[in-house]
């Protein structure tokens, strides 16, 4: 998993104890003996109260691959800080997730299109999911047709902190009533790819996706 101090870890606690999935990071680990992680809070500020001997799911994201393992609570310490000794894993399990992986959203986004008569003509529409090369996008007035560019402006949350990217993107797709999860037939997606992405710009991409996949596993598409 190429964990790191600081690395980001998807804690499931017992069901007793909620659904809840927490995110702690790594303190260290000794190879067969024990992985230290900081004490899970919940959402509302409170310490996640675990018990010796209780079994937990860890989930983290590295690359393109998702992993997975359980472990037991081995010692709740409080001193110098609060901390939890895990035992270490013996089985660890691991998915590719894609090439570019891709989450679902609910993204409100600002569309003009380059090759209209009326290219400062905007309309809003959905990004239903997003990836770091495309995105799929839902309206209800007509977009453009395939090859169009569009010129798309929309915010995104990374580290809750909102970040404002103004990109170009070429629709390849065109979809109507026979996509699954879109009930409403006077809606259209546009499958959306990319175009000449600025490096900061794909780092704030990736960093959202990323982020998406550590807090929300069952958001990949």
Not at 20 to 31: H, N
Not at 190 to 212: K, R, T
Request: proline fraction near 5%.
């Amino acid at each position: 998993m190429k964990l790191k101090v600081e690395s980001r870890l998807q804690l499931e606690p017992p069901k007793q104890l909620g659904n809840e999935r927490i995110l702690v990071k790594v303190i260290g680990y000794l190879k067969g003996a024990s992985l230290l992680v900081t004490a899970p809070t919940t959402a509302n500020g409170a310490r996640l109260q675990l018990m010796e001997g209780e079994r937990v799911v860890m989930r983290s994201f590295s690359g393109q691959n998702a992993f997975a393992f359980a472990c037991s609570v081995e010692r709740a310490c409080k001193l110098p800080y609060e901390y939890l000794h895990l035992s270490f894993p013996d089985v660890i399990q691991g998915v590719v997730i894609r090439k570019a992986p891709r989450v679902k959203s609910k993204i409100i986004v600002a569309v003009q299109n380059a090759n209209s008569r009326n290219p400062s003509e905007q309309i809003s529409a959905l990004i239903s999911n997003i990836s770091a090369n495309g995105a799929a996008l839902d309206a209800k007035r007509p977009l453009g047709k395939k090859g169009d560019i569009l010129n798309l402006a929309f915010r995104v949350n990374l580290h809750k902190i909102d970040a404002f990217l103004s990109v170009k993107g070429a629709i390849r797709a065109v979809l109507g009533g026979e996509v699954p999860d879109i009930s409403n037939t006077e809606i259209t997606r546009y499958g959306i790819e990319f175009q000449e992405l600025q490096p900061n710009d794909m780092v704030i991409l990736q960093s959202m996706i990323y982020q998406q996949i550590i807090e929300s596993p069952h958001q990949v598409v």
